[in-house]
């Protein structure tokens, strides 16, 4: 990036970058996601609140301890096999919140749709996040709408922002996470991904794999009822349980080993992973959570998430080392080990 | 999953490690030719399990990683127009030319579009019937055929805007370089097995005879690799020199025929430059003259795009099995999947790139 450039407004040099222009795989959730966040955004926005990127930002207001947290939803095509844009929008902002610990309250809604939105689309929209509210025992309390010329969005974006407030004897953040700790997967991984890439006009796979989309709030609030021994809680969502797991070896300094054969797996979506050449590791959930706990809890936690409905496939798939720090190993089927690295961006099928 | 759990089979594994360990007294360096092969080894570590005197070379079986930089180019020169849509397999998008990528083209406006079979370059050219549709063919013989359907299929429906980049390339004249080049010192290879469900093996046997050398055609999955491993190391510690089919569920020894009748129909052999290794004779397919108008670099006029290739970048050498990835001074450095220097780098089939996912960089 030429240095020299100087924006109205923007008193600092452009921070370098290996891409002078955004690419989708920005956006992916892997490494140039990271330095996207890290370059442009951490460095400006750069605060003790911030810089934690946890799920939720956390802060205290008087003795209150609030979790607060935003995201956007830009899923294409709107409608997926097993939900739709505004139910995600919905329980993807109310499980950033439960990942903090909280009891989500409030939610915000910001629609920017594109002209030509036939109105019943947007109703249907409307009435799954009433219903998604509902279910997850939220309010939506503030909104905004905002209509784009043609061809300058795809349909509808929506973005939700949140408020929860955490119990004062709650403390879950991945620096918390201890040598020992297990890690705990709550059910089958990689069903958001294939599911929104089978509905894809593109792709002429048909399945019968539905979107995981749901609330996790409940499952959480059992969680803490069993025990405050979680350290982290993290929902995989874009860039999958890879990403994640990576993410906290490295904001804990620890190292993460993990089994492959305890990771749960519907067999139809690894069928659809192998005819597709991708590795469900990366692909995103919208309805799990990874939570690192205390070993001597970890198995009546264990029980009470499988008594959860959104829990019921649960499964212990590994444990946080001293060893190897800051790296993600894998003992694979075949019982060799191997690293699961950060994707640095969107998978791409392959040729052959 | 059936046919694919029995082929990760730990207590299979198990055997045949330990049938290997039984039958290696000396050590042996054995080529994977094709990058499938490459990520299965990677992804599964298998050198951690094989016997310390066998070691394993991967071979420029990746077809990303040897289509030549100046193909990227043409095909980022084409992306650049904006009357043409550009249309690729997804792993083509990040492969670096000598200036930019496809996707930073796309980023840019370039209409690219990744996708899944070549019939869906052609319904996007039935669709839009005013551009140019342009599709990206390169690969190994796997994927000719496909490509060559959707030659056949733009014949007879008689699209006038589908063209095919076209930039194949074939294993067997591959493999006979490697062979007489002094430099290299193979002695078995795992051959490339879904290249052989199309072309079956035939082509193999005077090589094996000239160059007295074990080849097995063998699979994916790791109960594959290590029984192709196997069977080469028997062979080798005996003295013989056979082809060898170790993937008998999929492959014949004389292929697929309807395919191979389709690529004669629609492609003839040609001299291909490999990106790394340089030219090879007969070691690719383009497109027949009577098909020529389906050809998008006469078409287009793009015969005198040439460029250089980066002059650190050892990927040539990594390809030939002469050096690891990690051996490159650039390997993790300069050279990293977000910001690839060569072509190994960038596929996930590519042998810089499985090692630099899945193997300790230090």
New interface residues.
């Given amino acids: 990036m030429n240095e020299k450039i100087k924006y109205d407004g923007l008193t600092c040099p452009i921070p370098k970058s290996?891409?002078n222009?955004?690419?989708?795989?920005h956006g992916g959730g892997g490494?140039?996601s990271h330095?996207l966040i890290n370059k442009i955004f951490l460095s400006q926005f750069g605060n003790e609140i911030l810089n934690t990127l946890h799920d939720s930002a956390l802060i205290n207001v008087d003795s209150n301890r609030l979790a607060f947290t935003t995201d956007s939803y830009v899923v294409h095509p709107i409608f997926f096999p097993g939900g739709n844009i505004g139910e995600l929008a919905v329980y993807g902002t109310v499980n950033d919140l439960a990942m903090a610990g909280a009891k989500p309250l409030f939610i915000s809604v910001g629609f920017i749709i594109e002209e030509g939105l036939e109105i019943e689309e947007l109703w249907k929209i409307t009435v799954s996040m009433k219903l998604a509210a509902e279910k997850a025992n939220v309010k939506i309390v503030t909104g905004d709408t905002k209509v784009v010329d043609k061809g300058k969005g795809d349909k509808i974006f929506i973005n939700t922002s949140g408020i929860g407030i955490i119990s004062p004897d709650v403390s879950i953040n991945p620096v918390n996470c201890k040598p020992g700790d297990k890690i705990i997967l709550s059910g089958k991984i990689a069903e958001h991904g294939i599911a929104i890439m089978s509905a894809r006009e593109?792709?002429?796979?048909e399945s019968a794999i539905k979107s995981d989309t749901a609330p996790l709030n409940f499952l959480v609030e059992q969680m803490l009822q069993t025990s405050n021994k979680i350290h982290v809680l993290r929902d995989p969502t874009r860039g999958g349980i890879a990403t994640v797991l990576n993410e906290i070896a490295a904001q804990s300094n620890l190292g993460i080993s993990i089994e492959q054969e305890k990771i749960p797996i519907a067999?139809d979506v690894?069928?659809a992973c192998?005819i597709?050449?991708l590795d469900p590791l990366y692909i995103a959930n919208e309805g799990k959570l990874i939570a690192f706990v205390d070993p001597e809890v970890a198995d009546k936690m264990l029980k009470t998430m499988r008594s959860n409905e959104f829990g019921k496939d649960s499964s212990i798939i590994g444990v946080v080392t001293n060893e190897n720090p800051k790296t993600v190993i894998m003992k694979?089927?075949?019982?060799?080990?191997?690293?699961v690295?950060m994707i640095?961006?969107e998978q791409?099928?392959?040729?052959? | 999953m059936k046919y694919i759990d029995e082929f990760r089979n730990a207590e299979l594994i198990g055997n045949l490690v330990k049938k290997l360990l039984q039958v290696t007294t000396q050590n042996w360096k054995i080529m994977e030719v094709c990058g499938g092969q490459t990520h299965t080894i990677l992804k599964y570590n298998l050198e951690e399990l094989l016997p310390k005197k066998i070691s394993l070379i991967h071979g420029p079986g990746c077809p990303v990683c040897v289509t030549p930089l100046e193909f990227i180019d043409k095909a980022i020169a084409l992306a650049e127009q904006s009357d043409i849509i550009l249309t690729s397999f997804g792993d083509m998008l990040r492969v670096p030319g000598s200036k930019s990528d496809l996707l930073n083209v796309k980023a840019q406006g370039g209409d690219v579009r990744m996708i899944y079979s070549t019939l869906d370059a052609i319904k996007i050219a039935e669709e839009n019937q005013n551009k140019e549709v342009v599709f990206f063919g390169v690969g190994f013989e796997t994927t000719a055929p496909a490509n060559a359907m959707a030659v056949y299929e733009a014949q007879r429906r008689n699209l006038k805007n589908f063209s095919v980049l076209c930039s194949h390339v074939l294993v067997p004249p591959a493999i006979e370089a490697l062979l007489s080049s002094s430099e290299v010192s193979i002695q078995g290879f795992l051959a490339a097995g879904h290249v052989c469900t199309v072309m079956g093996y035939e082509q193999y046997i005077p090589l094996a005879e000239k160059y007295k050398i074990p080849i097995v055609i063998t699979g994916f999955e790791p109960v594959d690799i290590l029984n192709g491993v196997l069977l080469s190391v028997i062979q080798l510690e005996s003295g013989k020199y056979e082809v060898e089919n170790q993937y008998k569920r999929v492959v014949t020894k004389e292929g697929n025929v309807q395919a191979k009748k389709l690529l004669d129909e629609i492609f003839e052999v040609t001299d291909r430059k490999w990106r790394g290794i340089g030219t090879i004779p007969n070691s690719g397919y383009k497109l027949r003259d009577r098909y020529s108008a389906f050809d998008a670099e006469l078409k287009f006029n793009l015969k005198n795009i040439e460029v250089e290739e980066s002059k650190i970048c050892i990927a040539g050498k990594v390809l030939q099995g002469l050096k690891k990835p990690f051996e490159c001074s650039a390997f993790g450095k300069e050279c990293s999947p977000e910001h690839p220097l060569g072509a190994p780098m960038v596929s996930t089939e590519g042998a810089c790139a499985a090692y630099f996912h899945y193997s300790k960089r230090n």
Avoid: H, M, W
């Fill in positions: 290996d891409y222009r955004v690419l989708l795989a490494t140039l330095q593109n792709l002429e796979f067999e690894k069928a192998e597709l050449g694979t089927s075949i019982g060799s080990n191997r690293i690295d640095s961006g791409l099928p392959r040729i052959c």
